[in-house]
């Protein structure tokens, strides 16, 4: 058997303004779509040849170019038209929270599905893993026949999912049938940040799903918590149920109803993880706490979530404040001039630079005076981390404040990226991060984890967001609107 695979990647952010390029997503070809596709040993085990396209990666950014996206879309579409009557399936990773200027149907992976099922039809099996942060929409699940998200956020049960649904598909490939995923709208919409998977209640709702997909007929159940800095009508949660066959298709049906219900009657619970505190509270906080070391995150400057690490509105707050002795520690803040001046000089020099690309009210230039402790590699995280741009670290006069001046976008999540940039963690108290929650290597190793409520791209009160083309109502955007609803029909 032959199976088509390939890994499309975008979180689009309608608050970003500028447009994503192709220079900006990673691209890999052959072995890089199966190794990061997680597929490859439940292919070996089942005699299946893979046959990849592209792995193409733009994290989290503005609204793709369409020549961009083209490209991308056009690497998979081509290679099925020409491959497809050799194929016996499709797998694909596509997140689901793409979007891409003057496209038609606004999102890149609708776009690519309607594209193959226009190629292939609808007898051919089609499974697609997904990223919960991505949109679902009842189009979507009449394109494919397979649907599972990550469970977890962090998403440390990525690689775990992957093989999952490899497994599922090829059982589908060795017993082909009729599926058709059933699918529930949830009019959810609170943001990444408000559903990290320990809290409830996510913890209750994956619980939810753990159960249903141990019922005889179900094949797989995922909450989908959609992608909530994208100012469109495709936004919002969803469950999804498969069914092993049709004969299960009205058990499944009841199932993504229950689980819908229990998320809408569980609504108020979904809150910020951790300590969410406006910014004047959260620098509070880590200065005077006595749980060390403090990982905060720049909520508003989320580089996981669309925005660019440009903002230095937090450096100038800490800059104002009396410290306690504590050292401090910004990584990074990415401003590619002054980075690229900075790295014609050498660790030990003193040096004076503008920081900020004032670009908006939160990333306005600081004038920095001080002296380069550390020069070293900006490395990616997750998939198959790699050096993506330099950094500078500056040590700025009269204070315990240590800035890491990069010239690319990325955030910290993980210890590798602190140590190819050539820094310890340990020697800092205060490590300020470019993030909304943080991610597992850093919750388990901080005594106290603040997340700062701050303004920018990425602003976390999304119901404080102007919308114009989401579905409304929408919660918690029109809460007045469901608290009345839920009262009169309890």
């Not at 520690?329 to 690229?340: H, S």
């Not at 998939?383 to 990325?410: M, S």
């Amino acid at each position: 058997m032959k199976v088509l695979i390939g890994s499309f990647t975008a979180e689009s952010n309608s608050w970003n303004p500028f447009y994503e390029t192709l220079d900006q997503f990673d691209i890999g070809y052959d072995d890089v779509v199966l190794k990061y596709m997680f597929c490859e040993d439940v292919f070996e085990a089942n005699g299946i040849e893979a046959i990849p396209t592209i792995y193409a990666n733009g994290g989290a950014n503005g609204y793709i170019e369409k020549d961009a996206f083209m490209f991308i879309a056009n690497k998979i579409i081509d290679t099925v038209r020409e491959r497809k009557d050799e194929l016996d399936g499709i797998l694909l990773f596509l997140h689901g929270a793409s979007h891409v200027v003057d496209l038609e149907e606004d999102a890149g992976e609708l776009y690519i599905l309607e594209r193959i099922r226009e190629i292939v039809g609808f007898d051919m099996p089609i499974a697609i893993t997904m990223d919960p942060h991505g949109n679902v929409t009842e189009r979507y699940t009449q394109l494919a026949n397979i649907i599972r998200c990550y469970r977890q956020s962090p998403h440390w049960d990525r690689e775990e999912c992957h093989h999952d649904v490899a497994e599922l598909f090829v059982k589908l490939l060795k017993n082909p049938r009729p599926l058709k995923p059933e699918y529930v709208r949830v009019p959810i919409l609170v943001g990444g940040q408000r559903s990290v998977s320990a809290d409830e209640p996510m913890s209750w709702i994956n619980e939810l799903l753990d159960k249903t997909e141990k019922l005889d007929g179900i094949m797989s159940a995922s909450y989908h918590i959609g992608y909530s800095h994208a100012d469109s009508a495709l936004c919002g949660a969803g469950v999804i149920v498969v069914p092993e066959s049709d004969d299960y298709q009205e058990l499944a049906a009841q199932k993504a109803k229950e689980i819908a219900d229990f998320v809408m009657e569980n609504r108020d619970v979904f809150h910020f993880t951790g300590y969410a505190l406006e910014p004047d509270e959260a620098v509070e906080e880590a200065i005077t706490t006595d749980k060390w070391p403090v990982f905060m995150t720049d909520a508003g400057d989320n580089a996981t979530g669309g925005s660019f690490a440009y903002n230095t509105l937090l450096l100038k707050m800490f800059l104002d404040r009396e410290l306690n002795n504590k050292k401090v520690l910004f990584a990074t803040i990415n401003d590619p001039k002054a980075c690229e001046k900075l790295m014609m000089q050498k660790i030990g020099d003193h040096v004076s630079f503008s920081l900020g690309t004032a670009i908006d009210d939160e990333s306005q230039p600081v004038d920095i005076t001080g002296v380069i402790t550390a020069m070293g590699d900006l490395n990616t995280y997750y998939a198959y981390p790699h050096k993506i741009g330099d950094t500078v670290t500056v040590k700025i006069d009269g204070t315990e404040i240590f800035v890491v001046v990069a010239n690319h976008l990325t955030a910290f999540r993980e210890i590798q990226q602190f140590e190819k940039a050539g820094l310890n963690y340990k020697d800092y108290d205060i490590i300020v991060v470019k993030q909304g929650y943080l991610y597992t290597e850093e919750l388990e190793l901080a005594g106290r984890d603040i997340m700062a409520l701050t303004p920018g791209i990425t602003f976390q009160n999304v119901e404080k967001l102007e919308f114009k083309n989401l579905i409304r109502p929408m919660y918690p955007h029109d809460k007045e609107y469901f608290d009345a609803l839920y009262k009169v029909q309890v």
